[in-house]
DNA sequence: GTCTATATTTCGATAGAC
DNA sequence: GTCTATCGAAATATAGAC
């Protein structure tokens, strides 16, 4: 007689409790830098003993790096909103719609990513320099060729990719400035509606694209 | 008889010193945060001993409010670029500059600001509510009177102003970022100046100022 | 006003029972 | 896989001689 399968349970335990510190290290990392977190504090919030994160990261850096590695592939996904599109109106608007809902679904990820990078990106340098730089590379010539076709005004593309960096992830990164410029009160729908548009509007005229 | 005169001397010192501190300081919480900023780590970019520095500063979370405080005091500054304008192209434009030229010769303080900010403000969140509400209402006005008059394209005033703050800090916080997609160099004065002109050119361009 | 030595606290990490 | 107790390192802050 063979003992009742269970195929797979350790995994699902392992999965489910990654999840949970991964969850809340990102606000604390956010929330209080790489230097302010505690592990008790990522603890606490994830309603685990402190031991039981060291159980599932070794070090405070590994699961630093977890959360850092995980907010850069979010980011590479909004890429896909700029490529195949028709034009630079529909492919520019369609990345700076993705970039806004990432600020407003992951404002911890963006926050600890800023950091990383204000840091001197101690942990990301190597994805600086191969991933982001290859795609910076690729969109620049896009936006090039876009500006030979005579399809929107010549101005430098890495600094229009900048400008696109700054102007979406700012919603993220200093949510609290603006929640405290906004009476106190978080974005609400409308709002962050009205803050895309806004940032659409200028950016697309200001290139030439109405 | 009387003593040698020596007035003052003991306030140009203290003077001196806190300069000293405040210099180092500045750049070792922007290049490790609060949390990771050592009282060790700034007393000896201070070329000084660690007790020294509680001599001037009881806390370091004193020292910490000192560096901020002088940071949000040099922002204001910028804003008087912005006001006696004779119109939008010339009040935005010269704040643009302004800000620009404070991202490069205080890039420290810009991220020291970003990251007190990000983390929820703890220390100036008084001067948000009401130094920075103040002129952020008053530089609406403003804008939405030029629109009024017909000076520019309508856009959202608010969403201007962070678009703003935004373009021109980000040359600062994510200066390590932008000099990874230079080549691992910083901008030169060729590169500063690209920058600052496509700034200015999309925005103005995108709010109907050519 | 300066600086060495040290007190006190806190944190990252681990040992070891369950 | 979980959790209590604890070690050892490092940091803030202070005491006290100069």
Redesign the pocket.
């Known amino acids: 007689m063979q003992g009742s399968p269970r195929p797979l349970r350790?995994?699902e335990?392992?999965a489910q409790?990654e999840a949970t510190i991964l969850r809340a290290a990102e606000k604390v990392f956010a929330e209080a830098g790489f230097?302010g977190?505690?592990?008790?504090?990522?603890a606490d919030m994830a309603g685990?003993?402190?031991?039981?994160?060291?159980?599932?990261?070794?070090?405070?850096?590994?699961?630093y790096r977890r959360v850092v590695r995980d907010i850069f592939e979010i980011w590479l996904q909004a890429a896909e909103a700029m490529d195949g599109a028709s034009g630079p109106a529909e492919g520019i608007g369609a990345y700076i719609e993705a970039k806004m809902e990432i600020s407003r679904r992951y404002p911890y990820g963006s926050k600890v990513w800023a950091s990383e990078v204000m840091h001197g990106a101690p942990v990301i340098q190597d994805y600086l320099e191969t991933t982001l730089r290859d795609w910076t590379v690729g969109r620049v010539a896009l936006i090039r060729r876009w500006i030979d076709e005579g399809r929107m005004t010549p101005v430098d593309p890495q600094h229009l990719l900048y400008m696109l960096w700054a102007t979406t992830q700012h919603y993220a990164d200093f949510s609290h400035q603006i929640e405290t410029l906004n009476g106190g009160q978080p974005l609400n729908d409308a709002e962050w509606r009205a803050a895309a548009d806004s940032v659409k509007q200028i950016v697309l005229r200001g290139i030439g694209l109405d």
């Open positions: 350790r995994n335990i392992r409790n230097g977190a505690t592990m008790q504090l990522i685990l003993p402190k031991a039981n994160l060291h159980y599932y990261f070794a070090t405070k850096e590994e699961l």
